[in-house]
């Protein structure tokens, strides 16, 4: 049963501290990306990935970072320096090749920052 | 600068009539087009797709139409159904040069049973 998850679903956390959001496919897909979705907005690319331990910025990055260890899973981390944090976090895959190719997404990390 | 423009937050439709879902978008370079589905508190899922070399993809239920030359895509749901009461994502992507794809704001579906 092929997809992708992440966890947790809901998550709190008080201003100033960092906080991890997991994501995890088992698609095979080689691309992996962040998006941040708030209220009467598009997603917004935070970071992507194409390839094991090679990342790449997107149009939101400040204040976020991301690792690619492993081509299963790629976590995101939202730092203290994130000015506005609490969001719908929302991790896609995709694979990779000539042309165009649809997402994959995961169901949403739901983040509130007090 | 929205590259890609939802202008309709909303659209409320009766069931079994056409659906009709609007895009707009201003970079020439977009070769690729797609529509997703979102219910709430999940994540979007694709539903169909067009490339800039045709201007007509049907699926089942759903058609999606292209204007090259006026930079619109329209999404056509006939007949509509209370299940697909969700929000419509638009997104436009460059077929090279990268893996960016632009999201629409999205337009909320309402099917009245």
């Known amino acids: 049963d092929g997809g992708i998850t992440q966890s947790p679903k809901y998550l709190f956390r008080k201003e100033g501290q960092n906080v991890t959001l997991s994501c995890e496919q088992n698609l095979n897909h080689d691309a992996m990306y962040w998006y941040r979705q708030d209220p009467g907005q598009g997603l917004r690319l935070i970071y992507y990935?194409?390839?094991?331990?090679?990342?790449q910025k997107g149009d939101i990055a400040e204040g976020y970072s991301v690792s690619r260890e492993k081509k299963e899973s790629f976590p995101l981390t939202v730092t203290s320096a994130q000015k506005n944090p609490t969001a719908f976090y929302l991790c896609?895959?995709?694979?990779?090749?000539?042309?165009?190719?649809?997402?994959?997404f995961g169901p949403g990390t739901r983040l509130t920052v007090t | 600068d929205q590259q890609v423009k939802q202008n309709s937050p909303s659209l409320s439709v009766q069931e079994g009539r056409i659906s009709i879902l609007n895009c707009d978008y201003t970079?020439?370079?977009?070769?690729?087009f797609l529509w997703y589905k979102k219910y709430p508190a999940e994540g979007p899922t694709f539903l169909i797709s067009?490339?800039?070399?045709?201007d007509k993809n049907e699926d089942g239920r759903f058609t999606v139409f292209l204007n090259k030359s006026a930079k619109h895509l329209s999404l056509h749901i006939v007949p509509s159904q209370p299940g697909d009461s969700a929000v419509y994502f638009c997104a436009a992507s460059r077929s090279t040069g990268g893996f960016k794809t632009i999201f629409g704001a999205g337009t909320r579906l309402f099917v009245k049973a």
């Open positions: 990935s194409q390839i094991v331990n090679d990342f």
């Open positions: 067009i490339s800039s070399i045709k």
């Open positions: 970079n020439s370079m977009f070769d690729y």
């Open positions: 896609a895959s995709s694979i990779v090749g000539q042309g165009s190719y649809e997402q994959y």
